[in-house]
């Protein structure tokens, strides 16, 4: 009678650790998932930015003021920057630079089509992108935390709150 008693008991004593050991992997593969979303929705929004300050520096580059060489280095300069930033979160994310690159073509032919591809609307790329994409060049730490807590910001970010999957 004792052996199975025993046995039993060293049993429900494994059991316990072992359901704890399954429920700390379901919260890694979750936390992991959620960075990596969070990583590429931070690429993604990179990626615009590079593409809002490409085809900024396209458009002014047309008028004749002294300031507009200027302001097309440093929109180009910006527009790298971004997609340096969108390339190595997206690769943390588990895309490839290849696939950024040619995703950025994708969102600026998107943005010109948004302005009907004239230059005379760039106005309405401004108020959409500017103070967005500069806050995200200089902070990219602050939206990458805001994407990871999933909290809806009142700042100058567009945050939203995501819904768990199967809501």
Do not use: W
Not at 64 to 85: E, F, M, W, Y
Not at 118 to 133: E, P, Q, T, V
Not at 154 to 164: D, E, S, Y
């Amino acid at each position: 009678m004792r052996k199975p008693l025993l046995v039993g008991i060293a049993l429900v004593g494994i059991a316990p650790a072992s359901a704890q050991e399954q429920i700390n992997k379901a919260d890694e593969v979750a936390l992991q998932q959620d960075k990596t979303a969070a990583l590429s929705e931070l690429s993604n929004e990179c990626l615009e930015c590079a593409a809002y300050f490409t085809v900024t520096a396209y458009c002014i580059g047309g008028y004749p003021a002294p300031i507009v060489p200027k302001l097309v280095r440093d929109n180009q300069h910006s527009a790298k920057t971004a997609l340096g930033l969108a390339i190595s979160n997206g690769g943390v994310a588990g895309l490839t630079s290849a696939s950024v690159v040619a995703g950025s073509k994708t969102v600026a032919t998107a943005l010109m089509r948004s302005i009907d591809d004239n230059c005379l609307n760039i106005g309405d790329l401004s108020k959409r992108y500017d103070a967005f994409c500069k806050r995200l060049m200089q902070r990219p730490d602050e939206r990458l935390t805001e994407l990871l807590t999933r909290r809806i910001c009142t700042g100058l970010f567009k945050c939203a709150l995501r819904r768990p999957s199967g809501e």
